[in-house]
């Protein structure tokens, strides 16, 4: 097939009209980037026992290691928020959130400057970093003042408060799960993709309280013991375990 010159330059001058557009197009769109560098994620916690919802005072949970319990306190702090992009970079808040779930304290938070994007892990801890925990380092608050791990034992914070009831065949006993102390601070990895793409986008995180008790130790509240903060074993095995008790929903 041949074609006449005045068809040829028909096709060029459209070919050149459809770059021309293209470029056009794209310079546009870089110019007027609509998305802002910083952004705020709003971090929403919800809590449960293997799928059931957490009610005060009422024995309707059960263990791996077959303890039928009861919560009536679930305090803690979380700090050091890492996100980490798809390409490597990682942003840091440095924010410390107390929570307290009965007194529906600190159940959404704001975290700043998260830039828009896609990312790939999420690390945080529950408890205080080193150079916050440390005998008031904390404004003096009372709930801060309420979380204070005694001078005497090292001072600091409490990491968690988690307390209640258990029962056994012969009796009802009470427990408190206390984490403190640098070595038992509960390091959190969630590897898992999520993209932030608008602003006071919403981040769902969700603690499974069995998880305390389970993997890698099985923790018994009755043969391990019901009151952990005087003793390193038994907070070891209660921080080990408290690496996977929140997932990204
Ligand atoms: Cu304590």
């Avoid at 293209?22 to 609509?34: A, F, I, L």
């Avoid at 008031?136 to 988690?162: C, Q």
């Avoid at 890698?216 to 209660?238: E, Q, R």
Wanted: hydrophobic share 35%; glycine share 6%; net charge negative.
């Amino acid at each position: 097939m041949r074609m006449n010159t005045t068809k040829l330059s028909f096709y060029l001058s459209l070919l050149a009209g459809v770059v021309l557009l293209t470029s056009c197009k794209r310079d546009t769109k870089v110019e007027d980037d609509p998305q802002p560098k910083n952004n705020n994620v709003m971090v929403s916690l919800s809590f449960e026992c293997d799928g059931k919802a957490i009610t005060k005072d009422v024995f309707d949970y059960t263990n791996d290691a077959g303890n039928n319990y009861s919560v009536n306190r679930l305090q803690f702090y979380l700090s050091e928020f890492v996100f980490k992009q798809s390409n490597g970079t990682e942003v840091t808040d440095e924010s410390a959130i107390y929570v307290d779930y009965f007194e529906n304290k600190g159940m959404n938070f704001t975290l700043g400057k998260i830039p828009f994007g896609e990312y790939d892990e999420i690390r945080f801890c529950i408890g205080l970093p080193p150079s916050l925990n440390v005998t008031d380092a904390l404004p003096n608050t009372l709930d801060n003042v309420n979380m204070a791990w005694p001078v005497m034992m090292g001072g600091g914070y409490h990491f968690m408060k988690m307390e209640g009831n258990f029962n056994t065949p012969s009796s009802t006993y009470g427990y408190a799960v206390h984490l403190g102390k640098n070595a038992f601070l509960v390091r959190i990895k969630i590897l898992q993709h999520f993209s932030f793409s608008t602003s006071n986008q919403k981040l769902n995180m969700k603690m499974n309280i069995n998880e305390w008790f389970r993997n890698p130790h099985l923790y018994n509240l009755d043969v391990d013991g019901n009151y952990t903060m005087a003793n390193d074993t038994l907070m070891a095995k209660i921080a080990e375990n408290g690496t996977d008790v929140f997932t990204l929903w």
